[in-house]
């Protein structure tokens, strides 16, 4: 085994390079793409996740040629995630290229069925999201939106507020 070559640099610049241009890729196309929600991440959250796998996994199989190529390429993704993360909380221009504008699902208690296609979103899917807000029907919403990472938010209309309903096992939370 070649243990001076395992942590010597190679194509530093190179590695910085293809991490960025992949990266700033992938941002571009996920900010296109429907606001559909991955789990508990977020679609930039995802990106990363996704990249970082993507790079550890290539220096498992030694697709990289040393590991110190893998931690630069490590760092050069995790340090895009935070710039433009410190960015778009204060360029306003920038957070509304990164992130696109709510999306109104529910209007006056009324589902908007063309908006809820935009989102690749079922009825049945909204309806779900709405039951995890305490809701029981979307009468009983102003507004509702599908957030820029997924999340749908409530508004509800005037009244009563919400009483918690049974979970697992009918125990409340």
Do not use: C
Not at 116 to 123: K, P, Q, S, W
Request: zero cysteines.
């Amino acid at each position: 085994m070649d243990w001076q070559g395992l942590f010597e640099p190679h194509r530093v610049a190179e590695n910085i390079i293809r991490a960025s241009a992949i990266y700033l890729l992938l941002v571009g196309l996920l900010r296109v793409l429907p606001n559909r929600k991955s789990g508990s991440l977020g679609p930039g959250d995802l990106l990363v996740v996704v990249l970082l796998a993507t790079v550890v996994n290539g220096a498992l199989n030694r697709d990289v040629s040393s590991l110190t190529d893998a931690v630069v390429m490590v760092a050069t993704i995790v340090a895009w995630s935070f710039a433009f993360d410190i960015v778009a909380n204060r360029v306003p221009l920038l957070r509304r290229i990164l992130h696109s504008e709510p999306v109104e699902v529910v209007r006056d208690g009324q589902i908007v069925a063309r908006n809820l296609r935009r989102e690749f979103m079922t009825e049945d899917e909204l309806r779900a999201q709405l039951r995890l807000q305490g809701v029981e029907s979307e009468s009983e919403v102003s507004h509702a939106y599908v957030e820029h990472d997924g999340r749908v938010s409530v508004i509800r209309k005037a009244g009563p507020p919400p009483q918690p309903r049974a979970g697992k096992a009918g125990v409340y939370r």
